[in-house]
Structure formats: structure tokens, C-alpha cells
């Protein structure tokens, strides 16, 4: 009966029960490394443990050095929130399984890079350019409204969990968009108002268009509306 407590926990709950044995054998000062390579920690972690973790992790990499490997954005979000100083990289597999490793950065710019990257694609279909154009600046947004929520709600003492649950409701951009706003994902048609009348008369037809999936746009429009979307990331995040 020895082992039986370990056939009730969950997936997660035996990932945290592993790394609580380990990382006292690993960081103990008669061990001969100084680095520690970890392989997907947050796998099937509840979400109010992952913020802990992050924070252990910044514990240990003070005194070593800390890989860790994970396809979970959860852990990259919390170290960022936490204001973790960390190197965060992406591995992504191109043409021919091409291995690029590159510095990653927060969603917000990482999209909108994206957008002007397809919009000086000179190949790409006019109809596909458009509409995945539309689609970063949409994506670009909704993480700056959901960066706020976050910052928000995490301030007013509201748990991770809680958290989480109130941005799974907010399907939608507008949704999302009231959110952060007004702290209610029903008010999206104040949100909009506020929007034009805080930043300008525009922003809430740049939503629009991030919805529409800005069909038969020009060139010139895309690169307004790639513009217009930052100015829109650029207030969320004040």
C-alpha cells in the first residue's frame, strides 16, 4: 500500500510531487553541477502552480543555471508577468526541418511583427494577405486586453484561477476588449465608445476590420490598419 497515494493524483499534482523530490537533490551544495535542465514542469499543472513554480525557478536559477523545455505558454506568460528576468527562446522547424531558435517576445509585438512581415510578402495572395493581416492585428490586440486583465485583476487580489476563468468566458475581441476595460465582457458596446472617444474616432472601425478579416484592403490600408491596431495595443497597455 505503500505507493497507492500516487494512483489518485493527477497528472499534474505527480509532475509537482516529482519536481518537490528533485529539486532539493539537485540544488544541494555537494552537487557537482550548477545547471539544471528541466523538460516540461507545467505539463497538466493546475494554473495557480504555475506562478509558484516560476518563482521557485527563480529561486534556483540565482544560484544556477536553469533550462527549462516546454510546448506550455503558461510558464513564458508567468515569468513575464512576474517581471521574471529570464531568457525566453523559441524553437520553431521551417522549410526542409530547418531548426530557427530565436529570442521570443511578448505576444503584442510578436504579432504585429508578423502583420508587417506578411504585409511586405510581395508573393502572397492578395485575399490570404488580407485576411491573416487581420487576423495578427486581432491576436495583437486581444493580448494586450488580456495582459490588462490580468495586471487588473491580479492587483485586486483575485486568484490565477479566477483569473483564467474570467478570460475563458471573453470569446470573443470585444469581449475581450471589455474586460479590460470595464472589468464586464457584456459591456462591448460601451467599450467601443470608449475607445473612440479616449483614443480616437477611428479605433473602433480598426475592431471592426480585425473581425471582417479586413477583406479588400489595399496596401495601403493594411499598413494603416497594421499602424492603427498598435496605437490600439499601445493604449491598452498604459
Do not use: Y
Amino acid at each position: 500500500m505503500a505507493g497507492a497515494a500516487l494512483g489518485v493524483m493527477s497528472q499534474g499534482e505527480l509532475h509537482s510531487l516529482g519536481l518537490s523530490l528533485f529539486l532539493p537533490h539537485a540544488t544541494a551544495a555537494q552537487s557537482p553541477f550548477r545547471f539544471l535542465v528541466i523538460d516540461d514542469p507545467v505539463q497538466s499543472m493546475d494554473p495557480a502552480k504555475v506562478d509558484g513554480l516560476a518563482r521557485v525557478l527563480d529561486e534556483v536559477a540565482r544560484s544556477r543555471q536553469v533550462v527549462v523545455f516546454t510546448h506550455d505558454l503558461r510558464l513564458s506568460e508567468a515569468v513575464r508577468r512576474l517581471h521574471i528576468p529570464a531568457t525566453i527562446l523559441d524553437v520553431q522547424r521551417r522549410e526542409r526541418s530547418v531548426v530557427e531558435v530565436r529570442v521570443s517576445v511578448d505576444p503584442i509585438r510578436r504579432n504585429l511583427a508578423d502583420a508587417r512581415a506578411l504585409q511586405s510578402t510581395p508573393r502572397l495572395p492578395k485575399d490570404e494577405a488580407n485576411e491573416l493581416i487581420a487576423l495578427c492585428c486581432r491576436q495583437a490586440i486581444e493580448s494586450a486586453s488580456t495582459a490588462k486583465v490580468r495586471k487588473i485583476l491580479g492587483e485586486n487580489g483575485l486568484s490565477q484561477i479566477a483569473i483564467d476563468e474570467q478570460l475563458a468566458a471573453a470569446e470573443r475581441t470585444k469581449q475581450k476588449l471589455a474586460l479590460a476595460l470595464f472589468l464586464d465582457r457584456t459591456k462591448e458596446g460601451a467599450a467601443l465608445a470608449r475607445l473612440d472617444r479616449e483614443l480616437a474616432p477611428w479605433a473602433s472601425s480598426v475592431i471592426e476590420a480585425c473581425n471582417r478579416g479586413a477583406h479588400g484592403s489595399t496596401r495601403g490600408d493594411l499598413e494603416d490598419l497594421i499602424n492603427r491596431a498598435e496605437r490600439i495595443t499601445a493604449w491598452l497597455s498604459n
